[in-house]
Nanobody
């Protein structure tokens, strides 16, 4: 029903910035209004929550590890969610995934609560 495609990853140095984008593609137009989240997974580690934003774009939430450095936003006219990442650290290195949650009742921070996933984009931060 929904395909998510991430872009914007790359290799940067500590302190630099990146902006990730995730665009949703639908086979048929519908009125789905989903909460959108970002997760990341480093080699040998569990997938962890990064940020989420509600369907209308008014309520974001962040993991403590990125609060104050990352900012999530969305442009529903373009079916796109963004993750602005500033002051990047080597520990931010991971594959970043966007995900969509159909529930729209709470801002979930568990991967198992999300219904659609992108294939990920690599972010590498060197020191």
């Amino acid at each position: 029903q929904v395909q998510l495609v991430e872009s914007g990853g790359g290799l940067v140095q500590a302190g630099d910035s990146l902006r990730l984008s995730c665009t949703a593609f639908q086979r048929t137009f519908n009125s789905y209004a989903m909460d959108m989240g970002w997760f990341r997974q480093a080699p040998g580690k569990e997938r962890e929550f990064v940020a989420v934003i509600n369907w209308s774009g008014t309520t974001p939430d962040y993991a403590d590890s990125v609060a104050g450095r990352f900012s999530i936003s969305r442009d529903n006219a373009k079916n796109t969610v963004y993750l602005q990442m500033d002051s990047l650290k080597p520990e931010d290195t991971a594959v970043y995934y966007c995900a969509a949650d159909r529930s729209q009742t709470v801002l979930n921070n568990k991967a198992r609560d999300y219904d659609y996933w992108g294939q990920g984009t690599q972010v590498t931060v060197s020191s």
